[in-house]
């Protein structure tokens, strides 16, 4: 079995034969880590995967955002980055005509929408005109950090469907972090309790497993 | 300042029983502040320090720099954190602080990575017992670090000086304030770049000299330290 | 609280939030007069005359208390001085900010103050050396490191723990130290109206949407010593009257388990 090396920044990575690609700088052809994270290989890149980072838009990136601003023809949406986005008027499935935006959307609301473009200096914007993007009706959002969401949806999404079933809510995992949760209050509870164990416990061997039995044992307890 | 006070005991030792190299106890812990987008909690000594990390667009818009991210550091101190009252706000010392550790975390940042942003780094000073800005820079690395904000590398800081005659590690409040001399450092421990130096007193060139390399041979320990407390919130096992 | 583009609630999720308290039950379980753990840490910051922090599920504070001499006010010239104040710190919340305490710190800050003061919980008679001319002035300084709702409470918590703990240096004066005379122990009660149920110690974001929010602060003789009402929103005088009762239960409560 493999071992994964966690590294710090200013640690030396040992790329080998491998491409660099990701959370390192070259400094004298020799490459260091630029965060807190672990190495991870595939059969051609090296890469530092960070314990924790900001979320950085990228296009095709299906996200949860909040509204949080409304002009005469764009939304400012908080994507959970340093970075807002922006949401055009022509980018939604609905008919909406100049300054009456706040009809549609209003200030706080969340919608599930993909990322159309983005660019080096981290401007992006969105659209909802695509498959199951839409306004997030119901339902609770929480946060994790944005690394921990390839573990949160799990090996072809066999943790969150398992954290789904178990606990009988309705999930979708947004790539920035951010994620929507509907169903009964106790069982909404349940699956945020089961979804911050996955994200603090990421690295741990078996988790799928034992999260299994968690929640077995959380439903005998209901 | 003039004082009989006898900084180094006839055995050779400090006031507080410590050995001339040794340091005060440090202990750090990241992740103390939730709504924070990083942190870290250091007690160095008698010193307690929170430092919490917030990542975000510049504000305004113009202040934005297109290619690249801004840094602010602020050195605040709690009113009970020293002997008599401080008023909360800034004074000129807190200012300087601020502005030689935003310094330091500068050079170490990303900063190309994320453009338009701006990096605030809130350092809270709870209380106070020499070496407050080292203590600071060491427990606000961390938490950039916890953040996961893209950095070159960690910044380590330290203290020497001069008291009683004799080239001191880690200098007590007596020390500061009846020694000869006080040299706050701090480095990026990969290539031992000096990121933060500031001296207040008076010493030989060749006591500068016994205190720096007093001061290398004790980064790696507080660095040590650092790694440890990223470390553990993450309940980490190798061998995934 | 703060109310800003970073707090804003989605209507939805408002809703969501008030239908469950109408059924007895908050989003994260708890009861609607249940609060969340209290950890009190005393003597927090051992070089001050009296420091104690406080964690309120993730609200943080730390109060430390500094003792110096002063003068006197003018038409109090033989009481000591008591000077309090909350400072919410720029890393507590995002949308804080550095400089002069906002409107919000002020209004928290002189509640907290009002419920020690008025409840006698100190003498300032004792605290006098000179009359009219030097007493002892007791700085309460409070900074808020996080802030998930409930300061008011959190604060009170906090400062009543430090003065509880607190030393006059008399050495200062060739006399000895002694422990600042105590008479009481105030507790803050918040409650916070939504829909139409009143809560205790609501989180940031049950402030967000509640309507209403009433303090009200009870020491063990049962006597109410400072309310407040703040925020837009009404309350019926029975809903007052219930929230007396509440924080009357709630203050035994919790000074039966922290100050004994």
Known sequence: ?222 | MESNIKLITDDGLRLDGRALNEMRPIKIQTGVVEKADGSAYIEWGANKIIAAVYVREAYPKHAQNIDRAIVKARYNMSGYSVEERKRPGPDRRTMEISKVVTEALESTIVLEKLPRAEVDVFIQVLEADAGTRIASLTTASVAVADAGVPMRDMVVGCTAGKAGGKIVLDLSKDEDNFGEADIPMAILPRTKKIVLLQLDGNVSQEEFDEATSMMMNAIPRISEIQRNALMSKYNVEEGE | MPMDSNAVISEIRKNFMLESIKNGKRLDGRPLDEYREIKITENFIPKSAGSAMVELGNTKVVAGLKIEQGEPFDDTPDNGVMLLNIELLPMAFPTFESGPPSEQAIEYSRVVDRGIRESKMIDTSKLVIESGKNVWMIFVDIDVLNYDGNIIDACTLAAVTALKNAVIPGSKLGEKDFKLPVNATPVAVTMWKLGDELICDASLEEEQVSTGRITVTISEDNNIHAMQKGEIGEFSLEEIQKAIKTSSNIGNKLREKYFR
């Open chain 1, 1 to 222: 079995m493999e071992t994964k090396q966690i590294v710090y920044p200013g640690d030396r990575v040992d790329v080998d034969d491998l491409k660099p690609r990701n959370g390192m700088y070259e400094n004298n052809s020799e490459y260091f880590s630029e965060y807190f994270g672990v190495v991870q290989k595939s059969e051609k890149f090296i890469d530092i995967a960070p314990f924790n980072s900001p979320y950085l838009p990228r296009a095709n990136d299906k996200i949860i955002g909040k509204i949080m601003d409304i002009g005469a023809t764009m939304w400012t949406v908080d994507i959970n980055s340093p970075y807002y986005s922006l949401l055009h008027m022509n980018d939604t499935p609905w008919h909406v005509s100049s300054g009456d935006l706040g009809r549609y959307l209003n200030i706080g609301d969340y919608i599930y929408a993909k990322i159309s473009v983005s660019n080096e200096i981290k401007e992006s914007w969105l659209t909802l005109r695509d498959n199951g993007l839409k306004k997030l009706e119901v339902g609770r959002i929480i946060s994790v950090k944005p690394p921990k969401v390839p573990r949160v949806i799990g090996k072809g999404g066999n943790m969150i469907n398992l954290i789904k079933n178990e606990t009988d809510t309705r999930v979708i995992v947004g790539q920035n972090g951010f994620i929507w949760i509907d169903g009964d209050v106790d069982n909404v509870n349940n699956a945020i309790t089961a979804i911050k164990i996955v994200e603090k416990e990421a690295h741990i061997i078996g988790l799928t497993d034992r999260m299994s039995e968690y929640l077995k044992k959380l439903k005998g307890e209901n």
